[in-house]
């Protein structure tokens, strides 16, 4: 887990006049939020967000420098959403959530598949069914990814949630049953193949 500082002014106007002027100027309207706080709006430059993230990986832990007339506060906070214009993909809003090292929280890591499945060398064909996890830990044990070794999967066989390790401190939200990656046997392979295949003279 990486902790990244970040400033961030406070803002008191808002609407969509208020925003394109914002971004104009190379900043994001952005917003914070909690449990335990009020809703903050805020501006954040965008050279320096994206920066940020750079350094970031996945999931970080923002440590938002919030100021306002020359105070600044100081607060952990995960980016829970970045709106995009559909059409060029530019950063139109940023959400912040604020979090407490202490209390455990939900989120998102992505996985990483690593070992080459023992069915390949039978002619079987290796399927990536889920590419990240939902987990609940603390936020300074979010790990970055979680590597899951397949190199034992044999035709036929798939590796379920209920049967990878964990990090220290993190455990699964998702269903121990749900199937993470498969080996799946030629004939099978061949089968699922064909369904995708469009047929001869079908447009």
Do not use: N
């Not at 506060?73 to 709106?83: F, I, V």
């Not at 990814?145 to 939200?173: F, N, Q, R, T, Y």
Request: aromatic letters at 4%; one cysteine or more.
């Amino acid at each position: 887990m990486q902790r990244i500082s970040l400033l961030a002014k406070q803002r008191f106007e808002t609407g969509k006049g208020p925003a394109r002027r914002l971004r104009a100027a190379g900043k994001v309207p952005a917003v914070f939020y909690g449990r335990k706080s009020e809703a903050v709006s805020l501006s954040v430059d965008l050279h320096e967000f994206k920066k940020a993230l750079d350094k970031a990986g996945s999931t970080p832990i923002f440590d938002l420098q919030m100021s306002h007339e020359g105070k600044v506060t100081s607060r952990s906070a995960l980016l829970k959403e970045r709106q995009m214009r559909p059409w060029d993909g530019d950063l139109v809003h940023l959400d912040f959530v604020e979090v407490f090292m202490d209390e455990a929280i939900e989120v998102t890591v992505p996985l990483e598949y690593e070992g080459k499945p023992t069915g390949l060398d039978k002619g079987g064909m290796f399927h990536i069914v889920v590419r990240d996890l939902r987990v609940s830990c603390l936020p300074g044990d979010i790990p970055q990814l979680i590597k899951i070794d397949v190199s034992g999967l044999d035709l036929g066989h798939s590796i379920h949630v209920g049967e990878i390790e964990l990090p220290k401190g993190v455990s699964a939200l998702d269903e121990p049953g749900i199937a993470l990656a498969s080996v799946a046997s030629p004939k099978k392979a061949e089968e699922e193949a064909a369904v995708e295949a469009p047929e001869a003279g079908t447009a």
